[in-house]
């Protein structure tokens, strides 16, 4: 993982599935202050064999209609561990909007999130598609992983298993972070920190949080997470009963609870997902 990749996820709020942020949340803690290495650096090969293009069918077809794009584990604004990051996959979408051979696209989606910078980018290029875009729910598409799905023409979600499988939903934002201040005091090491004299502001959001005021911090995600929440509603309108069921508190569902509350359109396998999308590009509505 290259610094760039390891400041950029640090420094900015992520929209995750707050299990998976606590895992993750630990792999970086036992990166930094243990100095645990071995997280792999991005592979082009890995990237190339999770976009590939199907025929209608969903059988691999070098020269298919359906372009597959594959968005797994932590989402990242830059690539690392193997996944590609959001910045990636808008060239992806670019690149097969401008393919005129591709028809259409299927995005098959198991993640629980991730960073908030970039997210909205990706689900807006997606959203602007000039071809259908199917999102396809192979376990997990929660919280920024939802913002991007919903961005779709359509979504399914894996049927197996009768769709208990599938976790959707999480559509919320959150900072989380571990205070390591008296555990390194009581190593012997001590953190000095000096400002310029005019520099009364800086840093001060997190300094105030780590003392316990998360008045700034919060509404700085506020800000974030009003701004989710338009998109998920706009993504979805029509098609969202927030009356029924208050899908944007940051609960999640299964496939069958998903389609009640309008979170995603239908279950079915990876097959007909592909055919529906082929559908689509050829029974555009204008």
Not at 27 to 55: H, M, P
Not at 75 to 95: E, F, H, P, W
Not at 197 to 205: F, M
Request: proline share 2%.
């Amino acid at each position: 993982m290259q610094f760039k990749q390891l400041l950029s996820i640090l420094n900015r709020p992520w929209a995750i599935e707050p299990q998976s942020g606590e895992y993750w949340r630990g792999i970086a803690f036992d990166i930094i202050y243990k100095g645990i290495t071995g997280v792999a650096t991005f592979d082009n090969r890995k990237y190339l064999s999770e976009i590939y293009r199907t025929d209608a069918k969903g059988t691999i077809d070098n020269s298919g209609p359906i372009q597959v794009i594959h968005i797994a584990g932590p989402i990242a604004k830059y690539d690392m561990c193997g996944s590609a990051g959001t910045q990636s996959l808008q060239n992806a979408v670019r690149a097969a909007n401008a393919d005129n051979s591709i028809a259409a696209m299927l995005l098959v989606i198991d993640s629980p999130g991730g960073q908030v910078d970039g997210t909205e980018n990706l689900a807006n290029e997606i959203k602007a598609s000039t071809k259908p875009v199917v999102a396809f729910v192979d376990g997990m598409m929660c919280s920024a992983a939802y913002w991007i799905g919903s961005s779709a023409t359509e979504i399914f979600a894996d049927k197996a298993n009768n769709g208990y499988n599938a976790t959707i939903g999480s559509i919320g934002t959150m900072v989380s972070w571990k205070d390591a201040t008296k555990a390194q005091e009581a190593q012997g090491i001590k953190t000095h920190t000096v400002y310029a004299d005019a520099s009364v502001d800086k840093n001060q959001t997190f300094a105030k949080a780590n003392q316990g005021d998360y008045t700034e911090l919060k509404q700085q995600l506020n800000n974030i997470n009003d701004t989710f929440l338009s998109a998920v509603q706009a993504n979805r309108m029509g098609k969202l009963d927030l009356a029924k069921e208050n899908v944007l508190t940051g609960k999640t569902y299964d496939a069958k609870q998903a389609i009640k509350y309008g979170l995603i359109d239908r279950m079915g396998t990876f097959q007909q997902a592909v055919s529906r999308a082929y559908f689509l590009s050829k029974n555009k509505t204008a």
